[in-house]
Structures are given as C-alpha cells and as structure tokens.
C-alpha cells in the first residue's frame, strides 16, 4: 500500500513537472517593444544608472462611461477599479470596471512619495480619504559609496504616470480630489479632481 502512494505521489509531481514546462514563459513583456516607453533617469551621485518604464498612450474614457460604471457600482458589496492617467498638466480616468468586493483598510500614510485623495458624494460629502504612492515621483535607492551597508534614496519627477484607485460603492463617489501634503502643518498642495458622476 504504502509503495503505491509512492508511485501516486511521484506521478503528481511528474505530471506537474511536464505542465509546468509546457506553459509559455512569464518574463517575457506583453505588449510590443514599439508601445513601451523608456526614460533614462539622471544617475545618482553613485554612477548607477536608472531606467523607469512609462506606460503605453491609452485613450481617455468617455465621461459618460464613467458616470454609468461609477452609478451601476455604488451600493454595499460592490467596488469601482478606477485607472487614472497623471501628467503635470491634468489627471484623466482611462478606464473603470465594476466587481463585488469590499476595500481594504490601510493606516494613515504621511511625508514624500504619497498622493492623498477625498472621495466625495454628489451631495459633497467626503466619504472616504486614502493615500497611495505617487505616479508622478518614482523613489530610487541604492548602496552609499561612502557609507558601505548604508542606502541613499533619491526622488525622480516623472512626466507620467498610471494609478488604479480601488473605489468602494459604500463610498457613493462622484468626485476625487488629490492633494499631497506640504511641509506646513496639515498644508495640502492640489494636484487635481477627476469627476466620476
């Protein structure tokens, strides 16, 4: 009996073997070479050389799309997958898809490198607040050569940017405002509002 199990066993992993080989190489990029943008970042004081990956133009969503998949979504159980496009000049929704699902909690988040955003009601009642890393400033570290072990960090701009925003329907969103906090206490810097409904 127990010989059998073995031989069942090693069958499975066999078997699991040959499945995994015959499945097409993940590393591989999706989308074509041409589509990909690619930026040099100016080299930290160290020499090391940088390279961030912009992601491919994609067309703005139709207002009204948008209003239909926000208002189809905002009730309890359901959540709004929102991508948004930021370069220096403006902010755009490019695309919006509705599921069932509830958000999850994070703590607060504060200094450089996050955005902050209110989520507000068509009554203008903010129904949410949240912070997420910032699409259009890209942290880079690397080993101190003066400090070995040590790391520095440096903070890039970036001319653009792709967030996707998780929008629970509790939140009944019609407008995202987002900010980032300044060096004054509780001081906030607008970078924008997108207008969902």
Do not use: C
């Not at 504060?110 to 009601?121: E, I, M, Q, R």
């Not at 903010?126 to 080993?143: I, K, M, S």
Request: proline share 8%; net charge positive; no cysteine.
């Amino acid at each position: 009996m127990r010989k059998r199990i073995v031989i069942a066993l090693g069958l499975v992993v066999l078997g699991g073997a040959l499945w995994w080989r015959s499945q097409p190489e993940r590393t591989q990029p999706t989308e074509p070479a041409s589509e990909r943008t690619v930026a040099t970042v100016p080299a930290p004081a160290n020499g090391l050389k940088q390279v961030a990956t912009a992601a491919p133009e994609v067309p703005e969503m139709s207002s009204v799309e948008l209003a239909r998949v926000v208002a189809e979504n905002a009730r309890p159980g359901r959540m709004v997958f929102v991508d948004f496009v930021f370069t220096p000049e403006r902010i755009a929704a490019v695309r919006a898809e509705g599921a069932a699902g509830r958000a999850k909690v994070s703590g607060p988040r504060h200094g450089a490198g996050w955005l902050h955003y209110d989520v507000f009601s068509p009554t203008q009642m903010r129904t949410l607040t949240g912070a997420v890393p910032d699409p259009l400033r890209q942290r880079f570290e690397y080993e101190d050569e003066t400090l070995p072990g040590a790391l520095r960090s440096t903070v890039v701009a970036r001319e653009r940017g792709v967030l996707a925003l998780r929008l629970p329907g509790e939140a009944d969103a019609a407008r995202v405002v987002f900010y980032r906090e300044t060096a004054a206490a509780g001081g906030r810097e607008l970078v924008g509002a997108v207008t969902l409904r």
